[in-house]
């Protein structure tokens, strides 16, 4: 009795152990090669109010290292296909592409989404939504927005450089925000500030430079959800620098008879706000910024001290200046908070923010700014002299 | 009766598995927004209070369960009516921690898996955990459940790179009004839901280390709590935070460059698994002590089938449960997790329970008499 007793006991464990792999196999697997890999994504406002959604596909088998393809002479398949379709919502537009492509669309693989300038320009709140509440697509990303071209165009690159376009963009953008003329915008940063008021969101702007090429650099600046305008590159270093994002760059400062480059190692930014009897009055940016000497071959003997302080201040100004225009253009053209005061308000004077938490586009667009740069050289570089200005 | 007993770790995972339970994917207390931490603060101290009312219950009527407690003190008939509304909250329980665990699944990681199936294959796991008896139970806890903080703290600290650390700031934009709501509602959940162990502290083997078992597994559940508000916070911003369904999940989201949320849905399942199996054995285990069945074992897969099918039952779609979770259950919970114990202690304060066997004649008598 007992032998049968432990036979049955046997059966089911073997039988409970074999539930954990049934767990661990989705509902609705899907192999590799029964989808298609998305690398980039597009969306844009048609004319008629429609919401055309590009996808850029990637084919693994089509994908060939440089060297390999090189040698045969015969037609290679492309690595890559672009389709897109309309829709009245974005989820209706995807899933109504399968008309089109073959197989399913994978989603979570996509390296960049672009959005187009009109769609910005009637805004993103909606179009957002989805991706916020679809599992599929990544929060992490990357967002850009399309200037002077269609997301279509830019999907439809073929670039020289890396046989899928998508990667070939995301490494651009990583590139320009290394230097710090592009912030580089996560979807989840989107997400963040979307509903946030006292911080307008920001992305980074992409252009079609050539038939082959991209040109990411400059900023998209957003107020309620709407594009509102654009910063071109100086501008949106500056306001990196404000915002404590800004990663490294090239400061050119002008010298004795030429320019000179500076090159930003580390720099740390803040925003504040003074508070005087409970209504914001300045608005308070103070960066502390550490560069080394990159090029000097216009400038005069470097071995002074006073030299370098001199030029240390020449850096705080010129630094200063980008943040100023950033700061003025947000505030007098697009009268929008993107760098985040409202949000220090918020924190430390709450009773002061919900005083002015409806009017906050106003108030701030004319709020006086205080802004003080303070600029370190650290290094001047394996020489000290320039050519020519030695003893 | 009594044979089976567990060692005081065994209880303290035990309970601390409880507490994680379901609060490891629905953030505790958010009703606070911002100010959630000092609900989980305020909470977390009454919540400790609240549990060591039960364990003072259970020191009081030693190697008594709950339905025992109720019999002898409130006498057999309307004790065991009050017994069978908690086994009737037992399975609610059960059925609610069943559901909160489908909805998760389906949401975020098997969205085209029908929740009944999923439900039902987490029930065979639990049901037959709760099969082996209390000290199955407990070494299980002993195992799996230092996992959880461990996971926590892996999350956690890999997260501090994407930190605003200032981001639970104001303090108390909205005054104390909705701190102390979100305060009671995270009391009633998890801490009250403890009640369930009123089955389970007569198996303890040493009885003078309860009152510390508790309080220390209080201390810790709040204290985590607190650490995964500040992270959460920190990586969402209060204005995404408030928006999302699944707060922990969508931060484990952020992860850079790895996906990590198997590490929250482990944490879910081994949580899930202490609360659900607790839920169940407390019932059975006074359905057999109510109608008098010797063994309790022939009841959990009734018990737990009944469960899957009143999970799926009970909620038309997620927000029904939220809204229900977030609006009636602390008012509905109040009842089995307050005022009834409160009652407990206090006729147990007046009466000290007796061994000698006259004890049961003289409850009636003063049941009758009023």
């Given at each position: 009795m007992t032998v049968k007793k432990d036979k049955g006991r046997k059966a089911l464990l073997i039988l409970l152990l074999i539930f954990p792999l049934l767990l661990a196999g989705c509902w609705n697997n899907r192999p590799l090669t029964e989808i298609n890999i998305v690398a980039g994504m597009g969306l844009e406002r048609t004319e008629d109010g429609k919401i055309l959604v590009t996808v850029q596909v990637a084919e693994p088998g089509a994908i060939q290292p440089a060297s390999a393809g090189g040698g045969s002479g015969g037609e290679k398949s492309k690595p890559v296909f672009v389709a897109s379709n309309e829709g009245e919502t974005v989820f209706e537009a995807l899933r109504g592409m399968l008309a089109v492509v073959d197989k399913k669309l994978f989603l979570s693989t996509a390296q960049v989404l672009i959005i187009g300038e009109k769609l910005a320009q009637e805004g993103i709140g909606e179009i957002l939504d989805f991706f916020e509440r679809d599992y599929e697509v990544s929060y992490l990303v990357d967002v850009i927005v399309a200037k002077d071209a269609t997301p279509d165009e830019l999907l439809r690159i073929e670039s020289d450089m890396d046989t899928i376009p998508a990667v070939y963009i995301k490494g651009t953008v990583e590139n320009t925000a290394a230097r710090g003329t592009v912030k580089k915008t996560l979807l989840i940063d989107l997400f963040k500030d979307m509903d946030c008021k006292g911080r307008q969101p920001t992305a980074g702007q992409i252009t079609k430079s050539s038939d082959k090429e991209v040109r990411t650099e400059g900023l998209a600046v957003f107020r309620d959800g709407k594009l509102a305008g654009w910063l071109n590159p100086y501008e949106t270093r500056g306001f990196l620098f404000a915002n404590n994002e800004l990663k490294g760059g090239i400061v050119n400062v002008p010298v004795d008879n030429g320019k000179a480059a500076f090159e930003i190692i580390r720099s740390k930014g803040s925003v504040s706000v003074e508070v005087e009897d409970g209504k914001p009055s300045m608005l308070i940016i103070r960066v502390n910024a550490e560069a080394n000497v990159g090029e000097y071959g216009s400038g005069g003997r470097l071995d002074s001290l006073e030299t370098l302080y001199m030029l240390e201040e020449k850096l705080g100004e010129e630094i200063g200046k980008e943040i100023e225009m950033a700061l003025e253009k947000c505030q007098k053209e697009f009268a929008s908070d993107i760098f985040g005061f409202g949000i220090y308000l918020h924190k430390y004077y709450p009773k002061c923010w919900k005083e002015v938490e409806n009017d906050w586009h106003n108030i701030f667009s004319k709020l006086p700014a205080d802004i003080r740069v303070d600029a370190k050289i650290m290094r001047v570089g394996l020489v000290i002299n320039p050519v020519g200005k030695g003893e | 009766m009594g044979k089976t007993r567990i060692s005081g770790l065994q209880l303290f995972m035990l309970l601390s598995g409880f507490l994680f339970g379901s609060t490891v994917i629905l953030a505790p207390a958010l009703g606070a927004k911002n100010d959630a931490w000092l609900a989980i603060i305020i909470g977390g101290t009454g919540g400790a209070l609240l549990m060591l009312i039960y364990a003072a219950i259970s020191l009081l009527n030693p190697s008594k369960t709950l339905v025992e407690i109720l019999k002898e003190k409130m006498g057999k008939v309307l004790g065991s009516i009050i017994a069978v509304l908690y086994i009737w909250y037992f399975i609610h329980l059960a059925s609610l921690v069943f559901r909160d665990f489908g909805e998760f699944i389906c949401t975020v990681t098997f969205p085209e898996t029908p929740m009944t199936v999923l439900i039902s294959i987490f029930a065979l796991g639990v049901v037959y955990g709760v099969n082996g008896g209390v000290e199955v139970m407990g070494r299980m806890g002993e195992l799996l459940v230092p996992i959880i903080p461990t996971f926590i703290l892996i999350v956690s600290v890999s997260l501090i790179t994407v930190n605003d650390f200032t981001a639970f700031l104001p303090v108390l934009e909205n005054g104390m009004g909705p701190v102390l709501k979100a305060a009671l509602s995270y009391i009633t959940f998890p801490f009250g839901e403890t009640v369930a162990f009123l089955m389970l502290f007569?198996?303890?083997?040493?009885?003078?280390k309860l009152k510390k078992i508790v309080f220390v597994s209080a201390a810790l559940s709040a204290l985590i709590s607190i650490v995964i508000f500040f992270r959460d916070i920190s990586v969402l911003g209060s204005d995404l935070m408030s928006r999302v369904t699944f707060v922990p999940h969508s931060t484990t989201l952020l992860f850079p460059e790895a996906n990590v949320d198997p590490l929250v849905d482990i944490n879910l399942m081994i949580g899930g698994e202490a609360k659900i199996g607790v839920c169940i054995y407390a019932a059975t285990k006074a359905i057999s002590q109510v109608a008098g069945i010797?063994?309790?074992?022939?009841?959990t897969r009734a018990v737990g089938a009944f469960c899957v099918v009143l999970s799926v039952w009970d909620f038309e779609n997620v927000l029904d449960l939220f809204s229900w979770t977030e609006r009636i259950y602390s008012y509905y919970a109040i009842t089995f997790q307050v005022i009834i114990p409160l009652i407990l202690l206090v006729l147990s304060l007046i009466k000290r329970s007796k061994p000698a066997e006259g004890s049961d004649a003289d409850n009636e008598g003063v049941i009758a008499s009023k």
């Open positions: - | 007569p198996n303890l083997n040493r009885k003078e010797e063994n309790y074992t022939n009841l």
